[in-house]
């Protein structure tokens, strides 16, 4: 694919930028100071920003963007190292913090790298967050290795005064803290929140929406020629049934229904806006005052009929066609946790089986959430479908 763009159309937006360059002539200061001083002590965080910066400015921008998010995060804790070293004596705990929450960043660092590198998010590596976590935790630690080793050298060969190696230690084995609570956070969603919030939403706002669309436009396409699957779903509208022409409650729960599905399973992508064919009908965008109300109805829908609980897991966009057609590409990621759909004050739960969605009751429902087992669970759906047929 030819993800070629003019320059510009993907400029940062000046205020944006402006904060960029603030943060970059801050970390460039203390990094002068730091080795003015004497000390590299901060430059475990330093650098790693400083690099990071410069590709949130520059980078033209072909892979995921860095997360904004990472950025003030990291900023913050390279604020709260320059505190503690002023502080080291008197306030232990300021040290051990920032110690920790530099290890949280190195690893949130590290799972920006992998996902830029696996051109994927956190929403759909569910089934692969043991090696993601592996291959950020191995780049956290090479960074940390890299700079125990720096500082060691430095000090050994720079400084007349006794070198206390044992601090340096200290501080790894804080680090090292904090990326195994950033693994269990993850685990959590944060990773979702504060990643891939970035690497979707923020790009696209970086880009000006002409470039994000086209490419979003040629991914949708090839994945609609693919054909429907266990992870990947068509609907023709939102609301509106397309043999009447009129609004039915019944296409809204048939979306639902699917995107429960999902999250219940594996995970999967579900289209609004194409026919069961591949066809691009076009989501129903006339029913709605305009997009921002179709998309707050979509919201709405989910937050009323699902919950509010479960939108980490459930990521939308609109994409524009051809023809002045849209549809709508709902990622949904596999939830550790039951989701049921509510229908009145009725609650349904269903599961993907092939490229349907089938709904379980009674004894049925309760053996597969207790199940740990992805084969056993899909063996019970077989039953059931074995059973209505």
């Known amino acids: 694919m030819d993800w070629s763009h003019s320059s510009g159309e993907n400029r940062i937006p000046t205020r944006t930028l402006v904060l960029y360059v603030s943060f970059l002539a801050l970390d460039i200061l203390i990094i002068v100071s730091e080795l003015i001083a004497g000390r590299i002590d901060q430059l475990l965080l330093s650098v790693p920003i400083a690099i990071m910066l410069l590709i949130a400015i520059i980078t033209d921008r072909k892979v995921a963007h860095v997360p904004p998010l ?200 579900l289209m609004i806006g194409v026919s069961d064919d591949g066809s691009i009908y076009g989501v129903d965008e006339k029913e709605f005052d305009s997009r921002d109300k179709m998309n707050l109805h979509f919201t709405h829908m989910i937050s009323s009929k699902i919950g509010d609980e479960f939108f980490p897991y459930i990521s939308f966009r609109v994409i524009d066609m051809e023809d002045g057609k849209a549809i709508i590409r709902v990622d949904c990621a596999r939830c550790k946790k039951p989701v049921f759909l509510k229908d009145g004050k009725v609650e349904e739960f269903y599961v993907r089986s092939g490229p349907s969605s089938v709904m379980l009751t009674g004894s049925n429902l309760v053996n597969y959430v207790n199940n740990k087992s992805t084969k056993d669970k899909m063996s019970i759906v077989r039953k059931i479908e074995e059973f209505e047929e």
């Open 70 to 269: 990472l950025i003030m995060l990291m900023v913050f804790t390279l604020l709260v190292v320059v505190i503690s070293n002023q502080f080291r004596d008197a306030h232990a705990f300021i040290s051990i913090f920032s110690s920790i929450l530099t290890g949280v960043c190195l690893m949130l660092m590290g799972q920006v790298v992998v996902y830029t590198m696996m051109h994927s998010s956190p929403e759909k590596e569910q089934d692969n967050k043991s090696f993601v976590y592996m291959a950020a935790f191995g780049i956290a630690m090479t960074v940390q290795l890299l700079m125990f080793v720096a500082q060691i050298t430095y000090y050994h060969f720079q400084q007349n005064t006794e070198f206390e190696i044992w601090i340096i230690t200290t501080y790894v084995i804080y680090s090292i803290v904090g990326a195994l609570i950033t693994m269990f956070l993850s685990e959590l969603g944060v990773d979702r929140f504060i990643i891939n919030s970035g690497l979707n939403k923020s790009m696209e706002a970086y880009t000006g929406g002409s470039y994000s669309n086209e490419r979003a436009k040629e991914e949708a396409l090839a994945i609609i020629a693919s054909g429907e699957s266990e992870k990947l779903e068509f609907k023709s509208t939102i609301t509106t049934n397309i043999q009447t022409g009129e609004n039915d409650k019944r296409m809204e729960k048939a979306v639902l229904k699917t995107i429960v599905a999902f999250l219940n399973t594996t995970g999967g992508i």
